[in-house]
């Protein structure tokens, strides 16, 4: 059912897809990385099924542009707003978050701000980047002027699911890394399951009419819609929402990338927004480091209510399959293994 | 029921209650338009009701100090460290946003980071300040060493209720101003039901094994713990949870605040830690004020299930709550309106 591919393999693999494509090949190293995270950690509904699914039409229809150069259009100091000019948003997420590591590492904080970025991929691993640096990360991106999820109370869709991502050291330990989408699943996850023909738990999708919808596959159907983060008006809704609008202010509105409500067709997620924002807390008090050390092992060694069933913290579990992984191989679908060598024998030949 | 106070004799009230305590007059009129900003938007959990229970106790018990001045121990020039050395939050969070809004203006960006604080009241509030100036304002806090939430699987409490608020200008109309405990709901809301003998619906409360608890005087009592956003760990209570960290670091373990999980007996909300970030999108680019009307303007006229009930966005209600209180008074329980005169006289006599 999977292969399991040295992590190099499939890296440099990854890596020649993208070459093949036209992308520079410092810059196809950087999106392998962003696209194998998913993979890496588990999460693989954001990783290599999404190559030949999102990433190589973007690049085939010319929506994404493999070889453009980011031009940086505000240069504050502290922050920075750029158009990412439909390059790779695997690239261009990674790029703008050392750009803002660089700015913190001078001003305590660094803003980088985007505007015409294609899709990031896991919001995590680009948030991930600050922790190399002893720094704090946080990503926020919606989804252009794609609309997936509707308002509470509103007959039609809104927003993305707007993915919202924030790392922070955790000394030798994995690094915190909260990496979510503000409605209650990312629609990725709706998909494998729809994939699969697995049954969704009560509470991810409803119908207009706030039914629950237990089918995955009434998703993509239009049988039924995203909910928020939150669930219902009385155990949160306008919360899942407000964090969806977040995530627009702050991810699109400020860069003055598309936005869900304002776009003509509501189909595409063209002209992403993406904020990073990094701060480097060592500069404003020494022992922020031990801090953060101490706070994590704190989480990690809470009491459980069932002992076999550790406390944990977001970024635990998918540092610890990373580290597996890594030393073991990564499992690779039959289906997706044979999709990146088709790809690329296809290119080759 | 209720008595109609005119705002400004509300106002008035409060702040010669805490220039009674010892809290010079400009300071005590920020605190004091905090406080009832609860009353005026209908957010009563978090308005007058704590000033007897919450906040002229800290001031009694020398836990809040009436006229220490706040003192800056980093400045990065976009970014601040201060000591909040326990003067009243409802100040310090005011002026810690107007400084990092002040900043914001010269470095696009501007962070103020407060350790020693007490508690802030409406974190919105303080966020909603950027506005005034065109800016976007995001507040985080902790709530210090207090542990009120236990983490997933966790059989003790963890962490405090943790808000988090955003605000951003939509042109004319209200602002935006998302004000959110990263818990189901925050505990003002839990105690309100209790006063008042209503009970909650299910997803607010749960016992330690995870059955709902609809009596709110059960939390109190040691019977219930409050959940975080997203309920269950399949729809998303990791999120909740991790939006909980996420304050904890950006609030409070970048100043060096106490942390619930390190506290010595997480009972008290000393030394909180704030996070207030500026950003002002007018100096990265023209446009963000024309477009931010638009967005908001587009939420609110987005098509609704019911016709009867418009789409609104968070901050909507709250706004026209308080334009209306504004004009016709502001709905005091005639309880509270008792204790604030009981205070104010015993003061003076």
Redesign the interface.
Request: charged share 10%; net charge negative.
């Given at each position: 059912m999977t292969v399991l591919m040295p992590y190099p393999e499939l890296l440099s693999l990854v890596t020649r897809i993208f070459v093949d494509r036209g992308v520079p090949g410092d810059r196809a190293a950087i999106a392998a990385t962003a696209l194998c995270h998913g993979d890496l950690t588990g999460v693989t509904s954001h990783g290599l099924v999404n190559l030949t699914r999102l990433y190589l039409p973007l690049l085939d229809d010319g929506r994404a542009d493999p070889a453009a150069d980011m031009v940086i259009?505000?240069d504050?100091?502290?922050?920075v707003?750029a158009d990412a000019r439909r390059t790779l948003g695997l690239w261009s997420a990674s790029q703008a978050m050392e750009l803002a590591c660089a700015r913190a590492s001078r001003?305590?904080?660094g803003?980088v701000?985007l505007r015409g970025a294609t899709h990031i991929g896991c919001a995590g691993h680009h948030a991930a980047r600050a922790v190399t640096h002893g720094m704090?990360g946080l990503v926020a991106s919606n989804c252009g002027g794609q609309r997936i999820a509707p308002?509470?109370?509103?007959?039609?869709t809104?927003l993305g699911t707007n993915p919202l991502a924030?790392a922070?050291p955790a000394g030798d330990a994995h690094p915190?890394v909260?990496d979510?989408s503000t409605t209650?699943?990312p629609t990725g996850r709706v998909r494998a399951a729809a994939r699969e023909g697995r049954a969704i738990?009560p509470?991810?999708l409803a119908t207009?009419d706030g039914a629950p919808v237990t089918d995955a596959a009434a998703f993509d159907r239009g049988g039924a819609h995203l909910l928020w983060?939150?669930?219902?008006p009385?155990?949160?809704a306008?919360?899942?929402?407000?964090?969806g609008?977040?995530v627009?202010?702050?991810g699109a509105?400020?860069?003055?990338a598309a936005?869900g409500?304002?776009s003509a067709d509501g189909n595409r997620d063209d002209d992403i927004g993406v904020l990073t924002l990094a701060?480097a807390?060592e500069?404003?008090?020494g022992?922020?480091a031990a801090?953060?050390t101490?706070?994590f092992a704190?989480?990690r060694g809470?009491?459980?209510?069932?002992a076999a069933?550790?406390?944990v913290?977001?970024g635990w579990h998918e540092g610890e399959r990373a580290a597996r992984f890594r030393a073991h191989g990564v499992p690779v679908p039959d289906e997706v293994y044979a999709e990146l060598h088709g790809v690329r024998e296809r290119a080759a030949g």
């Open positions: 259009q505000t504050l100091g502290a922050c707003l001003y305590g904080i803003m701000s704090i308002p509470p109370g509103g007959a039609a809104m924030l922070c915190f909260l979510m209650v699943v738990p509470g991810w207009d983060l939150g669930g219902d009385e155990t949160g306008y919360k899942g929402f407000g964090l609008l977040l627009e202010v702050l509105l400020v860069p003055g936005l409500a304002l701060i807390p500069l404003l008090r022992g922020f801090d953060a101490a706070l704190a989480v809470w009491p459980a209510r069932d069933v550790p406390v913290y977001p």
